[in-house]
């Protein structure tokens, strides 16, 4: 008969209803490592304080090594009834050792034990992020070096507004992920917080020692309250959180990826082994993996609010409702590792076109404030009328599908004498010459731009120095 950790006074079997509705294992079997790590860690600080002798102490850790290598090579079957991964690991390890594992689940409860295991999940799910990240800082900084020269539309309300450097507008999202990492660096920190040995809610009744559990799984603190490890998943929300930040992000790079791949823009080609085609148009070539990146961030938001939303009502400490923190964390975390690659291999082989993003600049007139500017400047000209004189040039041009590059002097005469002088007017529309104007710190002239990538890479190499914690060697 299948033994059920729970099962006390409990007799005869279980519902069907119950049992589908209990298991968890197909979800929790992700942590599986975590389970047996902590089980290993909790082995040795049974016989640490003379629950376990040195043979029944050796006896289950070879046990728990075993059954590591059956659940990573599949063969240890997976059953409904038995719900959850401890009991999975517990009855087979009572299988391997007899009455030795029965003494294992001594001085803890299920309630501290998934509390550890998701601890350890959501530490070890930020730390592999954060490591991803660093990954594709990298590509960006790459792409943003190589790029210091190209000059597109930087937009508001996507109308083109002024000229840029692409190095700034990829830059952008180098602070952007740059944060990400930081949430999630603060998620491990959160998660970097022993549970165990707070049994169901109150403390066990063994003088069990924590700190020695807490050194062997390489945590940096410990709960000082038995009921608030129990009954947190505050690591959990900082991880989706973080997540749901990430993904936002990421889902604004992967729109502007698909503008600027569209015929209107052109900007931008990605190889066709990152795009596909269509079923019945075939000039098509869509930008499919940028879209699936973008269609992530509803489903990683979702699992935030699935969990915050769980959580609201629950009274203190351990409510089977915590269950479902399962399904929201393995996902994201599975969904994150695909997010990061995908954005990586879209950033890393697209082509930019400088020469279409160029035609759209002086479509959209993007060096207009220049040339207000500089009348101000070098005429004496009040900015309201030189605001006016260049609204009247734009207005012409437009009349007659000029650009204001290609505008000859008579034209500029007929609008304002001030226009007439070539060398004054030609320097004053000048995209490069209008990115280099913005001198202020964070801008987008080629000087604030080395400065920006100099910033950017001390921030960068003080983040892939971080020492990672983890587990002493003996335990893995």
């Known amino acids: 008969m299948v033994d059920q950790l729970w099962k006390g006074r409990q007799s005869g079997p279980s519902a069907s209803i119950l049992v589908r509705m209990g298991q968890s294992i197909d979800l929790d079997i992700k942590l599986f490592r975590q389970d047996i790590l902590g089980s290993r860690a909790h082995t040795i600080m049974l016989h640490s304080i003379g629950v376990l002798s040195q043979e029944e102490s050796q006896t289950i850790l070879a046990g728990l090594r075993q059954i590591a290598e059956e659940i990573e090579a599949g063969t240890l079957p997976l059953r409904a009834e038995l719900e959850d991964i401890h009991t999975h690991v517990e009855n087979r390890l009572i299988e391997l050792t007899g009455e030795a594992g029965r003494k294992l689940h001594t001085a803890r409860s299920r309630n501290d034990q998934i509390a550890l295991d998701t601890h350890l999940y959501v530490r070890d799910q930020s730390v592999f992020t954060c490591h991803s990240l660093l ?5 960006i900084l790459k792409r943003s070096e190589e790029h210091r020269a190209t000059i597109l539309p930087g937009y508001t309300h996507l109308q083109i507004g002024q000229p840029v450097r692409l190095s700034h507008h990829l830059l952008a999202y180098f602070w952007k992920f740059l944060r990400d990492f930081d949430r999630f660096f603060r998620a491990m920190q959160t998660a970097n917080r022993l549970p165990l040995g707070s049994g169901a809610l109150a403390g066990v009744n063994y003088p069990v020692d924590r700190e020695m559990v807490q050194k062997k799984l390489g945590f ?20 989706l959180f973080a997540a749901s930040v990430l993904a936002v992000n990421a889902s ?42 973008r269609g992530k961030s509803g489903r990683f938001i979702s699992h935030l609010q699935n969990l915050l939303i769980n959580l609201k ?12 923190d399962r399904f929201p964390l393995t996902d994201t975390a599975e969904q994150l590792e695909l997010l990061i690659e995908a954005l990586g291999a879209l950033l890393e082989q697209a082509q930019f076109r400088p020469e279409n993003m160029q035609k759209s600049l002086e479509a959209g007139f993007a060096t207009a404030t220049d040339l207000a500017d500089a009348l101000v ?9 030189a605001h006016h004189i260049t609204g009247r040039l734009i207005s ?16 500029r005469a007929a609008i304002h004498g001030a226009l007439t002088n070539d060398a004054f007017y030609f320097r004053a529309i000048s995209l490069e010459a209008s990115t280099e104007k913005k ?6 002239a080629q000087g604030c731009q080395e400065m920006q990538t100099g910033l950017a890479r001390i921030e960068f190499e003080k983040r892939s120095r971080i020492s990672w914690p983890g587990p002493a060697p003996d335990l893995l």
Not at 313 to 324: A, I, K, V
Not at 377 to 385: A, L, M, S, T, V
């Open 135 to 139: 990954g594709l800082l990298a590509v």
């Open 220 to 239: 940096s603190e410990l709960y000082e309250n038995s009921m608030d490890a129990v009954s947190s998943r505050d690591h959990i929300l900082e991880f």
């Open 252 to 293: 604004r790079l992967a729109e502007e990826m698909i503008l600027w791949m569209s015929s209107e823009f052109q900007f931008l080609e990605l190889p066709d082994s990152l795009t596909t085609g269509s079923s019945i148009m075939p000039q098509k070539k869509n930008p499919d993996l940028a879209e699936l990146v």
């Open 313 to 324: 009502g629950l009274p203190l400490t351990y409510n089977r409702d915590l269950q479902e």
């Open 377 to 385: 400047k070098e005429h004496g000209i009040p900015f309201r009328d």
């Open 396 to 411: 012409y041009c437009l009349k007659n599908g000029k650009v204001l590059q290609g505008l000859e002097t008579q034209e």
């Open 439 to 444: 001198i202020s710190r964070g801008g987008t």
